[in-house]
């Protein structure tokens, strides 16, 4: 009679679960903090123009893109007495902490227009670069730590929490910390560089702090690959034939199309909705503080709940509420702001204590929006380790570095093209660089652009989710199935 392997009834400790989750802090304070404060820093303090900035953030970006394949293919071939993904943890999360801080100490040489353009897109490729050491061994290390199909999620709910957890207390808690409401000299905070730097320096000394909690946590999953055979063969011939055979699998591709969709609405919101902070609303450092932070809390609980929705609802379903959600808060505050029925301004009054109602529904949608997205992009990466699995009965070789690779250099490709043309829109709508005032009119059109295009793409990541077929049924089978072949080839 046939048994279960111990492989599909193999559970993962909590404790080594949260150990690799702390890992995410290392992309999270720095990839935030970037997405976070990078613009304004180069705009509005270093007077760099929009589309420049943009540029130079959008090539680092695809440049990113471009070499995750390759990373994911020397990952998943390497012999080393560390294993195959803790060499590239360690060094490249290390050169993420040194390139970070760079990327906001500015030297005084480069400080004019043409050089400093440079010198962003020069800085940003080599953050881009020790990103993609890291990030793809790290996410392939998860899918070796975690083979169930449920846990996948659990897993994935803990590295967004802790990513949550950072971002709240780095990113969210920097308005408090390092941007006070205004300076002594009456400009906004955002406008003075030396509030940036000092940012830099405490966030890329606890990314480092991070690398090491990440690779000491895991190191249980470190075993020596020197003379085993590469399971994805050897050569350029074969990793473009490894590359190809992973892009068609169409499962991936389906996850990838609103992957890449939901990381269009994140982006133009994460983007745009640091000027609304400035400019529209006219938030305190302790408002921002709490808009921004109230987005990460919300974005955490998203995912914590998507473990428990998707083994209720299955995975494509628990994505399709995700970003209903997320589409709903958008066009929610859309609908609020723009039809004129909540001018920043408003207040309430109440009980004799008054109430800014206007703050309040303006954090609440951007809460939601993130609680949104917390849920729809935990579960659309474990998918992407359930695909993995389900090619690997087809081909008999487990290619989890190739997929997380393919999956990051497409979603990547098309977050620098957004990122780039987020930056244009900004030009666009009539902002001007490097300075405390901006036009009503460019200010009205920007908050039609977050808010439009936010509810637009999230909106569209449903029809496409409703076409994924892969469920647990379909993955207790595959696994089933993996355990006969691996018998059958012990056997013989």
Known sequence: MYHRSSQIQRETPWS?????????????????????????????ALGLRFDLAGLAFSLSSLWDALIDPTVGYMSDNTHSRWGRRHPYILLGGLLMAASFYFLW??????GRDGLLFLYLMAINIIYRTAYAIFVIP?????????????Q????????????MLVNLLGPALAWS?????????????????????RMGTVFAIFTAIFVFIVALATRHYMQDTRGRIAETGKGIKMFFCN????????????IISFCCIGSVSAIFVATLQMYLYVYYMHLTALQKT??????MVLCGLGAIYAAPLARKLDKKYAVCIGAAIAAGANLLAGTLFLGGILQPTTVWLLGGFTVPIAVVVFAACNMFNWFGIGIFSVISGSMIADVAEVNELKSGVRKDGGYAAISAFMTKLVASLATFIASVCLAWVGFVSGSDNQT???????????????????????????????SHAFIVDVKEALARKKEQTAVS
């Open 290 to 295: 709490l808009t921004h932070g109230g987005g």
């Open 138 to 150: 790290y996410t392939a290390l998860g899918f070796e730590i975690c083979t169930d199909y449920y």
């Open 152 to 163: 996948r999620s659990q897993l994935q709910s803990a590295r967004f929490v802790v990513g």
């Open 243 to 254: 590359s190809l055979e992973v892009v068609a699998d169409r499962h991936l591709r389906l």
């Open 105 to 110: 100490a500015v030297p005084a040489p480069f």
């Open 440 to 470: 009503p009119e460019a200010i009205r059109r920007l908050v039609w652009l977050t808010f439009g295009l936010g509810s637009l793409f999230a909106a569209l990541v449903i029809p496409i989710a409703l076409r994924y077929s892969i």
């Open 177 to 197: 910390i390092f941007f006070p409401d205004k300076a002594a000299s009456g400009h906004e905070a955002t406008s003075i560089s030396s509030n940036f730097i």
């Open 16 to 44: 080594h679960i949260i150990g690799y989750a702390v890992g995410e802090g290392v992309t999270s304070l720095t990839m935030n903090g970037i997405g976070a404060f990078a613009m304004l820093y180069y705009t509005q």
